[in-house]
């Protein structure tokens, strides 16, 4: 049984409370999350606001079989991707010839001094296209078959949005690397 | 989902997945009360009120019965303007609202279609009448013109066999009945002065 039903039975009879209490929860988890596939900071704390009106909205729904934590974080990205949609900005360039070695060879030297908001920041920089696809595969750990999916393109997208964001990321960190030495 | 960290092969994805795999950053305040604002909305509305056609659907109803019974009343009166306006006025009128498929006869021409056929004037002015009432004249001249006398010119041969050929088609039965009664009568007179 989930270690959340208590709250979680409140939080659905509208006890406040119990609302702020699984917001305290979740919210810094799931503001990371948002702060990967936002564009910036208030970017992400509308993301953020609008993953909890769906979690409070859709709880009734959760059927506290798997972990609450990771069913909040899909309806968080879930809601993120729909904005997405909503606003057009996921665009798939479809030239690419996977080339690893490059990114391989360029520097990653700079590893251990960058910090979370440096690794933001990079991220950040990428079109949405590649950023959504980097994140779900990447840090959400979702497959491509998954992430084609999820984003209505075909399996072979995902691949080629995944190896040119990395290829961006490299560039970026080579740039880095440049620049400490 | 794929397991997490069992292709590390590529750099740069272990480099962001470690980067954020224990990352964690709270949000600010406002957020919060945002979303609690938005509970309250959601609340107040669900609990109490409901949406906007479950709260206005009285209104909404008094409004569309007010509504229909305007389009009713006016759909009445258009009706009664439609009929003939009142003798005074009548020089006035104008002759378009007579229906297009039956004659449209003015006072003139009955007055020479009376002319041109003397002998079936009582029968046939009759008959003219009825039409012009269907189509243009109202009832208050139509009693006018039935309290009019109507003239009947001298009689000439023609005309004579023309009225009583006629007034055999519409009402033999009476005709016969009165000469019956015209002969018994003059019978009883002949008989009376033989007396």
Redesign the interface.
Known sequence: MNEHVAIISKALENDRHSQKEIYDLLAPKLYAVCLRYAKNRMEAQDFLQDAFVKIFSKLAEFKQEGSFEGWARRIAVNVILDDFRKRKLLEYSLEYKENGNQIKDHGVNVVDKLSHEDLLTMISKLPEGKRVVFNLFVVEGYSHREIAEMLGVAEGTSKSQLGRAKEALAEMLLLLNKNAG | ????YSENS????D???K??DS??????E???E???A??DA??KGAGSEGTFLTRHWGKMLSCLGLFSSVVLWLMLTSKEEVQPLPVDNEKKRDTSFAAPSLPVMVKGEEASKSKEKKGAVTVKAKGAKTKIMDSVFTENQLKKEEEKPIIIPSPTPESDKNVQEQVKEEEPSNLYDQMKKEKKESKQLFIEKKK
């Open positions: 989902m794929q397991d997490k590529d750099p740069i994805e480099l962001f997945r980067g954020f990352h964690k950053e709270s949000p600010p406002e957020v919060w945002n979303i609690a938005f509970l959601t609340k």
